[in-house]
C-alpha cells in the first residue's frame, strides 16, 4: 500500500529556520517531490532527490533517507510570502502520490 | 515558452453532462497525470500516462475517461456518472526529475 504522514499545520517566525518532515511507503520507490502551494493556486515544483541525502536549492533544501522512509523539506530565512501548504509525494513507478500536505503559517 | 496550459480556468455545467477539460504541455515529457484536489484536501490520482496511446487508472478514475492520442494533449473528460465531480482539477507533466503542474480548472456542476 501507499502511505504518506506529515504535520497537518505549523507555525514559524519571519526570518527563522523551519523543518517540514514526511514519512512515507510505497511500493516501486524511484524518488520523491517536494511542492509549494498557495491557496487556490497550482503547485509548484520545489525539489526532487533520488539518491541519500541533503540538496540544496537557494533559501529551500530537501534531504531523503530511503532506508527509512524519510524526507524533509527545510526553509530558511522565512518569509511572509512562504506561507502556503507544502506537499511531500513520493513517486513509486510511474505514480506521483501526495500526501494531504503540511499548512506553514509564517508569523512576523 | 514552454510549460503546461490547461484551459478554461473556471467551468460550469449542469448535473448529467459530460465535460471535457484540456491540458497541452510542450514540455517534451512523456508521463502526463491528472488529479482532483477538494478544498482543504490533498490531490487525488485520477488517471495517468505514461507514454502516447496507454494510460492507466489512478486512484479514483470511476466516473472519468482520457485519452492520449498526442505526446502533448492529454484530455479528461468528467462523465455524468460521477458523483462529485465539483472540484479543483490539476494536469501535471514528468521527467526523469521534475513534475509541473498546469494551472488547473476549477469545474462547478450546478
Known amino acids: 500500500g501507499q502511505n504518506i ?5 505549523m507555525t514559524a517566525t519571519e526570518g527563522a529556520i523551519v523543518q517540514i518532515n514526511c514519512t512515507y511507503q510505497t511500493s516501486g520507490f524511484n524518488g520523491l517531490f517536494w511542492y509549494q502551494q498557495h491557496a487556490g493556486e497550482a503547485p509548484t ?59 506553514l503559517f509564517v508569523k512576523a | 515558452d514552454g510549460g503546461i496550459t490547461q484551459s478554461p480556468k473556471y467551468l460550469f455545467r449542469k448535473e ?15 508521463a502526463m497525470y491528472w488529479y482532483r484536489q477538494d478544498p482543504g484536501q490533498g490531490l487525488r490520482l485520477i488517471y495517468y500516462s505514461q507514454i502516447v496511446n496507454d494510460f492507466q487508472k489512478g486512484d479514483i478514475a470511476e466516473g472519468y475517461s482520457v485519452s492520449r492520442e498526442k505526446k502533448e494533449s492529454f484530455p479528461l473528460t468528467v462523465t455524468s456518472a460521477q458523483k462529485n465531480p465539483t472540484a479543483f482539477y490539476l494536469c501535471a507533466s514528468r521527467s526523469d526529475n521534475e513534475q509541473f503542474f498546469g494551472p488547473g480548472t476549477r469545474l462547478t456542476v450546478l
Not at chain 1, 504522514?5 to 499545520?9: F, G, I, L, N, V
Not at chain 1, 518569509?79 to 509525494?89: E, I
Open chain 1, 5 to 9: 504522514d506529515q504535520p497537518t499545520e
Open chain 1, 45 to 103: 515544483f520545489l525539489s526532487y532527490n533520488v539518491l541519500d541525502g541533503l540538496e540544496e536549492k537557494g533559501r529551500f533544501s530537501s534531504f531523503l533517507s530511503r532506508s527509512k522512509g524519510y524526507s524533509y523539506l527545510l526553509l530558511k530565512e522565512l518569509q511572509m510570502k512562504d506561507s502556503a501548504s507544502y506537499l511531500c509525494a513520493p513517486l513509486g513507478g510511474f505514480k506521483t502520490i501526495f500526501g494531504a500536505g503540511t499548512r
Open chain 2, 16 to 30: 448529467g453532462q459530460n465535460v471535457t477539460l484540456s491540458c497541452e504541455q510542450n514540455l517534451n515529457h512523456d
